[in-house]
């Protein structure tokens, strides 16, 4: 079984610049995550989609951050403009879904993101 | 908002002692508890959840936690640990009824030959 893929694996960008992360989940997974995961820290959800709805995104910077899942499959983060403390590694995950918030994750490799 | 605390930063072990990897959370209502771990470049991986039932859960690679309602606790736990274990080691938390996955700050977990 394919895990979730992720691109690009790293990322360098200059303050102010934007930047946009790609997801493709596990195939038959209605529920895709974001989160942002900041050296030395846990991971934080950005945002939970349930097919191409969003389920969750209090925790999304919604002035500079936007996400979208079309389709219910993959989906996009993108940042614009990105700030120095937007470094981070941007991890996505899947899960079976289907309003069952037990279910465990299916996480990708993350994408790192560098801003200088 | 629900929260979770990992109040060891770092573990250390011998190869071949039992491990406990301490933690504590917060939310309202029902918790539903998870362990992930996250080996050197590699992603995060799912080790065992508690949802209801019985408080010892078993889980992947021979862990197991127990869930202890009235200190609100989570702890993993290995009866013997392999110094291939060694890795970062995540507590998540979320409510029965909410989407907002907690996770802690990680515990870096370290057995030594």
């Known amino acids: 079984e394919a895990g979730v893929a992720q691109s690009p694996r790293y990322k360098i960008i200059e303050k102010r610049q934007s930047v946009a992360f790609w997801c493709n989940p596990i195939s038959g997974h209605a529920t895709l995550y974001w989160y942002q995961q900041i050296l030395g820290q846990g991971p934080k959800l950005l945002i939970q989609?349930?097919?191409?709805?969003?389920?969750?995104d209090s925790q999304l910077p919604k002035d500079r951050f936007s996400a979208e899942r079309l389709k219910g499959v993959d989906s996009t983060l993108k940042i614009q403009p990105a700030k120095l403390e937007d470094s981070a590694v941007y991890l996505c995950?899947?899960?079976?879904?289907?309003?069952?918030?037990?279910?465990?994750?299916?996480f990708g490799p993350g994408t790192r993101l560098t801003v200088l | 908002a629900q929260s979770v605390a990992q109040p060891e930063d770092q573990v250390n072990v011998a190869e071949g002692n039992p491990l406990t990897v301490k933690c504590t959370y917060s939310v309202s209502g029902n918790p539903y508890l998870f362990w992930y771990v996250q080996y050197p470049n590699r992603g995060l991986q799912f080790l065992l959840k508690?949802?209801?039932?019985?408080?010892l859960v078993k889980g992947s690679y021979g862990f197991e936690a127990e869930f202890n309602k009235s200190q609100t606790s989570f702890h993993l736990k290995k009866p013997s640990a392999l110094v291939s274990d060694s890795a970062l080691y995540f507590c998540a938390v979320r409510d029965s009824s909410g989407n907002d996955m907690r996770f802690g700050a990680g515990t870096r977990l370290t057995v030594k030959p």
């Open positions: 995950a899947s899960s079976l879904g289907g309003g069952f918030s037990y279910n465990e994750q299916f």
């Open positions: 989609f349930q097919n191409n709805g969003v389920v969750d």
């Open positions: 508690y949802i209801t039932g019985d408080n």
